[in-house]
C-alpha cells in the first residue's frame, strides 16, 4: 500500500515539475540595446529608462542590457547588426540609418529645422508613420525618433563668424552625405571620422573641428580639445530607436506592447532631457573657456541652398518634397 501511495505521489510530483516550465519557470526574454553616446548623454539616460520600464511593466519577463558607447561597434557596424538580427535594438544616428534608409536623409537638409519641436510635429505625424514604413522594408522597427539635436561647429583653430571662415578647414563629419554636402558647400574639407575616436583625432590634429549638438559636445568633454564653438544651427538630426524586425517578429503580442509602452515613456524622457541639456550647456562651456561666436545665418544658408536641389534630384526626392512643403 505504502509503494502504491509512493508511486501515485511520484507521479504527482513528476507531473507538477513538467507543467512548471510552461508558466512559473518561463525563461527570460533577454535583449541587448546598443548605442554609441556617453553615459552621461540623454540617449544613454533614455536607454537605461527604457530597460528598466520594460523590466517593471513585464515583471522581469524581459531583460534589456544597455551598451553604450559604441561598446558593439560604431552606429553602422550596429545598424548592420540590427538588420541581420545579430543585434536586438539600437538608439543610433540620422545618418548611419540613411544609408540603409535613404529617406531619414531628408530630415536632414541645412538650415530646414531651427528647433527639435519643429521636427517632431513631422516626425510624430503621418510623415513619421510613412518612415517606420520604409524602415520596415530594411528589416528594422521604429520604437521612438529620440533627438539627436540642432547641430553646431567647432574647430581649434579661429572663431566662425562667416562662410569664408570655414575654408579650408579640416571637420570631421559621421558617415551622413548631406554633413558631407554642407562643409563642402562652405568650403570645409569633410573626413568621416567614427565617434568613439574623435577626441584623440581631434587633440592629434587630425581634423581641425567637427560638428554636434552641445549635449554631444560637453558630454564627450570635447571643449577640452576645441575652444572655438560657432552656434550655426545648420542642421538638424534625430536618433532613431530601431528594434531588429526579426527579434520583434519572435516576440508575442503581449511583450510587443511592453515594449511600445516603455518606449513611448522613454522617448518623452529623451526629448526633454536633450531639451533641458541644451538650455543650460552653452553657459557651461562658456565658462570651461569655450569661445562662442554666432554666425551670419542667411548667408551660411544661401551657401549650402545646392544641397536641396542636389537631393531633390535623388530617389528620396518625392518625400524629401513632402518634408520641405510641411516645413519651409
Do not use: C
Amino acid at each position: 500500500m505504502q509503494t502504491k501511495s509512493l508511486t501515485r505521489a511520484l507521479f504527482i510530483a513528476f507531473a507538477l515539475s513538467a507543467a512548471v516550465p510552461l508558466s512559473a519557470q518561463a525563461q527570460v526574454t533577454k535583449l541587448t540595446l546598443g548605442h554609441g553616446a556617453a553615459p552621461d548623454n540623454p540617449r544613454h539616460q533614455a536607454a537605461v529608462k527604457f530597460a528598466e520600464v520594460v523590466k517593471a511593466k513585464s515583471a522581469g519577463r524581459i531583460d534589456v542590457q544597455v551598451a553604450p558607447s559604441a561598446q558593439l561597434g560604431d552606429d553602422a557596424a550596429m545598424v548592420t547588426a540590427v538588420r541581420t538580427g545579430a543585434l536586438d535594438m539600437t538608439a543610433n544616428s540620422q545618418g548611419a540609418v540613411s544609408v540603409a534608409v535613404p529617406e531619414y536623409a531628408a530630415f536632414g537638409m541645412p538650415f530646414m529645422f531651427s528647433t527639435p519641436d519643429q521636427a517632431f510635429k513631422l516626425l510624430d505625424g503621418p510623415l513619421g508613420q510613412e518612415l517606420a514604413k520604409k524602415t520596415a522594408e530594411k528589416g528594422m522597427v521604429v520604437l521612438g525618433y529620440w533627438d539627436n539635436g540642432i547641430r553646431h561647429m567647432t574647430n581649434s583653430k579661429h572663431p566662425i563668424a562667416k562662410v569664408e571662415d570655414m575654408k579650408g578647414l579640416k571637420m570631421r563629419t559621421p558617415p551622413d552625405a548631406v554633413l558631407v554636402d554642407i562643409m563642402q558647400a562652405l568650403g570645409a574639407q569633410a573626413q568621416q571620422i567614427k565617434f568613439a575616436e574623435l577626441y584623440v583625432a581631434l587633440q592629434q590634429g587630425v581634423v581641425d573641428g567637427q560638428e554636434n549638438p552641445l549635449v554631444n559636445f560637453h558630454a564627450s568633454k570635447l571643449y577640452e580639445v576645441q575652444k572655438h564653438l560657432a552656434l550655426t544651427s545648420h542642421m538638424f538630426q534625430m536618433t532613431p530607436f530601431l528594434m531588429s524586425k526579426r527579434s520583434w517578429d519572435r516576440l508575442p503580442e503581449a511583450d510587443r506592447k511592453v515594449l511600445q509602452e516603455a518606449a513611448a515613456e522613454a522617448t518623452q524622457l529623451q526629448r526633454k532631457l536633450s531639451a533641458d541639456a541644451d538650455a543650460k550647456l552653452l553657459d557651461e562651456l562658456k565658462a570651461k573657456g569655450v569661445q562662442v561666436t554666432t554666425v551670419n545665418k542667411a548667408e551660411f544658408a544661401s551657401a549650402t541652398a545646392a544641397v536641396d536641389e542636389k537631393w531633390l534630384a535623388t530617389p528620396i526626392g518625392p518625400y524629401l518634397k513632402k518634408v520641405i512643403a510641411a516645413t519651409r
